[in-house]
């Protein structure tokens, strides 16, 4: 019914129109001249037969209503025209609203409703005032912005009232350009420079701008008008954290002499040196030079024949992982920060308004905060998961008796390095997870490289399975219950369980008021690191995309420079060429896009293969096996992305990374010397074998005629 309603009246406005001004003269409708002059012979009805016509142009959403709006000054003046304009655009764009939400809402929500809940949510909690900043500051189409919310569960009476004022404005600046425009008596350039119309045409150019400033200015009183802000602050900075983000972030506010306060709850370092990548990279230090014990035979070595777990001593390894630590330590220490300017504080940090921040029962103020709290573990919600008891990568590290049988749940970068450490160790190994293999953000060629070591030194891979319960059998033994994609079942025992299924940002319990988070959990922030309150920045795991230690650092850069010279140059974070590395044995190292995701994105590419087994230094280090895939743009030597694995692939990464950030190719890489025999040829191998499969071969057949004609 309300289809039908909408359309009669649709249809009633069209005849309306039609039969006002006819067949043979609605085209002249656009000319300014035809309703000149026809508003000059019947003001009344010229200004109904404009006004229709408008209507419908924004009902059906026609390319004329600039246009139109122009001539509504031009002809019936700024004030009858203004009044005229901003009516019939409302009242066309409602219609244009319903037409929207009658023909397609229904459908749009049945089929994508999941996908817009929380657009649903926000237009219900603040539709109208983000309505009337898109009406203000005309950043989309008008026409888009009609068909969009009448998707949205907005009332229609709400719409057209905050269009009706929202577009008041920005109608106003149009119609002035338009009434200067009329004003003209003669079409030359006195006529054409006068100071109204220079003025009407530089108020519409400057219009964006000027609401865009005075929007943003709204919406900062907004935010910051439930606060008191203090007559004077304690530091330009106050960091958050003492992790590899906020250690950066303090550092260059230091380094710039500016006042600097860093609070860290617990230990200076983070994730990274106390439970991460520091003491991750020890244990497998441990575990790979026992797991050369194993291969001393191929090196003509002759040692006792022991087992694995008879040459590792559990404790004393863990001891080393330890002292690890504590020798890294001094560089993150408070005594070191202290001493470059820092101002250190222990505790948990509350933050109370957007420019103080309470610890214990001290209140410190900064003109600037930024916020690098760091991820913490995440730990599913599985039936008995917290009976039978869990480690994760945070207290793995104090474990005393090494496990017989180690479970561990996930097999990315965390769940990959660690089963291979305890496996050398001499621990029985299983890794689940649901995924269809190992490494599940690498290319298939790349898991199936690490997928067969992992076998070959007696890892059990469950992938493709979900743990869907845990229990204790009538013997006190551990136990898995796992489900197949296929629907399979099976149980697995085990000692200890490690859950490494991914990180978490620590968003809990830091802010006395309100700061929305991504649909991943993360803090939100803008490209400059800014959450929405401008002195208020963010860096590090707690916003992602990217939750590496080196990322952290990169972004920490951005987010001090911002916080303390913003009002001069504000720089967007750069993620363009952003390394990563897993380390396993064999290593997994990339940058830029792997070969699935240029197929996924639709990229014209080609993919450039060389194997170390043809190196000569990976031969003669016993380690000859894995290769460097290189993918560039078709037909070019511009590499768009580098996925190596073997022997060192974290390092042999580094070249491409300074390669793809300063936009040199294929050609460059092939033409620079490279130490003979080291890894890094290989990365000029690489290049070279691109460059055979790219040799001019008319060129050469020309060559060759050269070169025989030469012989005669």
Not at 194 to 218: E, H, Q
Not at 349 to 367: M, N
Not at 372 to 395: H, K, M, N
Request: hydrophobic share 45%; charged share 20%; proline share 4%.
């Amino acid at each position: 019914m309300k289809k039908i309603i909408l359309l009669v009246l649709l249809g009633l406005l069209g005849a309306t129109y039609w039969g006002y001004c006819g067949a043979e003269s609605c085209n002249q409708w656009l000319s300014i001249g035809y309703v000149q002059a026809q508003a000059d012979a019947n003001p009344l009805a010229a200004g109904l037969g404009f006004f229709v016509g408008y209507v419908l142009v924004t009902a059906l959403s026609l390319p004329f209503a600039a246009l139109l709006t122009l001539m509504g000054g031009a002809v019936f003046g700024l004030g009858w025209g203004l009044l005229l304009v901003s009516f019939a655009s409302s009242i066309g764009a409602t219609l244009a609203f319903l037409l929207a939400r009658t023909l397609l809402r229904d459908w749009v929500q049945g089929k994508f409703g999941s996908y817009l809940e929380a657009m649903n949510r926000g237009v219900a909690k603040d539709g109208a005032n983000y309505l009337f900043s898109l009406r203000l500051l005309p950043l989309f189409p008008f026409f888009a912005i009609n068909a969009v919310f009448g998707l949205t569960p907005m009332r229609t009476w709400t719409f057209y009232w905050v269009s009706q004022l929202g577009m008041l404005a920005g109608t106003a600046v149009y119609v002035n350009a338009g009434a200067e425009l009329g004003a003209i008596e003669e079409l030359s350039a006195k006529g054409v420079l006068t100071p109204g119309l220079l003025g009407a045409f530089v108020l519409l150019a400057a219009f964006p701008y000027i609401l865009r400033g005075i929007m943003s200015r709204w919406q900062t009183y907004k935010l910051y008008r439930p606060f008191k802000k203090p007559k004077q602050f304690d530091n330009n900075l106050i960091v958050i954290g003492g992790g590899s983000a906020g250690l950066v972030s303090a550092y260059i506010a230091a380094a710039v002499n500016a006042k600097v306060t860093l609070i860290e709850r617990d230990k200076m370092g983070g994730d990274c040196l106390n439970t991460g990548c520091v003491p991750s990279k020890a244990l497998l230090r441990s575990a790979g030079v026992n797991a050369s014990f194993q291969r001393a035979a191929d090196f003509g070595l002759t040692l006792p024949p022991l087992k694995s777990a008879e040459t590792v001593d559990f404790q004393a390894v863990m001891r080393r992982v330890k002292q690890v630590i504590a020798d890294i330590e001094p560089h993150d220490s408070m005594e070191r920060y202290e001493g470059l300017g820092v101002n250190c504080v222990t505790g948990d940090a509350k933050i109370l308004s957007p420019w103080e921040v309470q610890v214990g029962e001290q209140v410190i103020t900064g003109k600037n905060i930024i916020i690098a709290a760091g991820a913490r573990p995440f730990v599913p919600p599985i039936p008995g998961i917290e009976q039978t008891g869990y480690l994760t990568s945070d207290t793995v590290w104090g474990l005393v008796e090494q496990p017989k049988r180690l479970m561990i749940m996930g097999a990315g970068p965390i769940g990959c390095e660690l089963a291979q450490a305890f496996s050398r160790l001499g621990t029985e190994v299983t890794l689940v997870d649901m995924a269809e293999r190992v490494m599940p953000r690498e290319d298939a060629d790349v898991a199936e490289h690490v997928s067969a070591r992992f076998t070959a030194e007696g890892i059990r891979l469950l992938t493709s399975h979900k743990t869907v319960g845990f229990d204790v059998n009538a013997e006190g033994v551990k136990q898995a219950k796992l489900e197949s994609l296929t629907g399979a079942h099976a149980v697995i025992e085990f000692d200890q369980l490690l859950v490494a299924v991914g990180r978490k940002a620590r968003t809990e319990q830091f802010c006395d008021f309100d700061l929305p988070l991504t649909p991943q959990g993360t803090l939100q922030v803008d490209e400059y690191l800014r959450t929405p309150y401008p002195n208020i920045f963010a860096c590090g795991d707690i916003v992602g995309p990217y939750q590496f230690t080196h990322m952290a650092a990169h972004q920490a850069w951005y987010a001090a420079v911002n916080a303390l010279f913003r009002r001069f140059k504000k720089f967007k974070v750069d993620y363009r060429v952003v390394p990563w590395a897993t380390f396993t044995d064999p290593e997994v190292a990339r940058v830029g896009v792997s070969e699935s995701e240029a197929e996924a994105q639709g990229l014209k590419y080609e993919v450039t293969r060389y194997g170390l087994d043809d190196l000569d230094r990976a031969i003669a280090d016993g380690e000859a096996e894995g290769f460097v895939k290189v993918i560039t743009q078709a037909g070019s030597d511009k590499i768009l992305g580098v996925t190596i694995t073997g022997y060192h692939a974290s390092e042999l990464i580094a070249e491409w990374v300074l390669a793809m950030k300063h936009g040199l190719g294929l050609n460059k890489m092939l033409g620079t010397i490279h130490i003979y025999p080291t890894l890094n040829e290989a990365n000029k191998y690489a290049a070279g074998v691109w460059k055979r499969a790219h040799k001019p071969e008319g060129v050469l057949r020309w060559v060759e005629r050269f070169h025989n004609w030469q012989r005669r």
